[in-house]
């Protein structure tokens, strides 16, 4: 089966009218998604809110106006057609605005059958407060749970960005019978470049899927300056955003990364049936120990829980105020 990843930076400035913007990123990422059919991908998957800026840097609320519904809205529809006309699976992570249940705004990747038709949606289960990720100030925790999309392509998830530093959130995928799990992300240098390669790595090796690390490019600028609060001067700029999206395997392997500076289209060869071999090899699943961590998260998240500490008598005291 063959897997494609796209990464790619906006293309106007984020001052042009909003609707100027997402049209010029429809055009750039409609010649990489006809690009990667072309290629004769099975699945492709776009990079996190690839539609707009990554503007929640700002803590502006009118970058809301990006938010859009999950069928019917322009993003979505533009996905279904090009899906359809490729006979290929598309994960499009989009900024949805909920318009059942009073507009809310959401953090969701779309999960799009080859014949255009929306499988299913996931929302983003962990929300950063760290750095100049202000997205709590437009969204919160998504409330799907992990859900394997039963696919053309093979059973399929979405770990959207901040999602990867939760080992149990990689964990939550596997117990429901993913065999790749998609990583869409926009991160930043500054802040994430070091984990970026372990990361992705760890979860493929740790759960015996494949993992499709994929995050945007650039530097982009805002009009109006923003703080996060963390002693920084003020500053209109969030980035660079690293590229480098990569495809880990389960038994280790990966491919090389994208480039770090500029668009780009990563295709790969990946054989499932890796995910049974690897786990008839080393056996995670049949070693690992889920009634003991149930009983541990459980009464971890009691209120009278108490940590299972066995301390050495010859330590002083610790009432002892002498020390």
Request: with cysteine; net charge negative; proline share 6%.
């Amino acid at each position: 089966m063959k897997v494609a990843l796209i990464q790619h930076g906006i293309v106007l400035p984020t001052d042009a009218p909003f609707a100027e913007q997402r049209a010029a990123i429809h055009a750039r990422v409609s010649a990489l998604l006809d690009a990667a059919g072309a290629a004769g991908a099975d699945v492709v998957c776009l990079q996190e809110a690839w539609h707009l800026p990554f503007a929640f840097c700002t803590r502006e609320k009118h970058w809301c106006a990006f938010a859009e519904p999950v069928h019917g809205g322009p993003s979505t529809l533009l996905v279904q057609a090009l899906a359809r006309k490729h006979n290929m699976v598309v994960v499009s992570p989009i900024l949805e605005r909920d318009e059942s249940h009073g507009d809310v705004v959401w953090n969701t990747a779309v999960v799009v059958s080859g014949q255009g038709t929306v499988i299913g949606t996931h929302r983003k289960n962990h929300i950063p407060r760290v750095g100049d990720f202000n997205e709590s100030t437009y969204y919160m925790e998504g409330d799907t749970g992990h859900p394997v999309f039963e696919t053309a392509a093979g059973r399929i998830s979405v770990n959207i960005c901040y999602g990867r530093h939760h080992p149990l959130n990689w964990l939550g995928f596997a117990l429901n019978g993913a065999e790749i799990v998609f990583n869409p992300s926009a991160t930043v240098g500054a802040l994430s470049e070091p984990m970026w390669g372990v990361e992705a790595r760890n979860a493929a090796i740790a759960n015996s899927y494949f993992v499709c690390a994929i995050n945007r490019v650039g530097t982009e600028n805002f009009p109006n300056a923003f703080t996060s609060g963390d002693g920084q001067p003020a500053h209109s700029a969030f980035g660079p955003f690293y590229g480098s999206s990569y495809v880990a395997a389960p038994d280790a392997s990966r491919t090389p990364s994208l480039a770090r500076h500029k668009d780009g289209l990563l295709l790969a060869e990946v054989d499932l049936n890796l995910c049974r071999q690897v786990k008839d090899h080393w056996g995670f699943q049949m070693t690992a120990r889920y009634p003991m961590y149930r009983d541990l998260l459980t009464r971890y998240c009691s209120a009278d829980f108490a940590a299972q500490t066995i301390r050495d008598p010859a330590l002083p005291d610790k009432t002892d105020s002498s020390f």
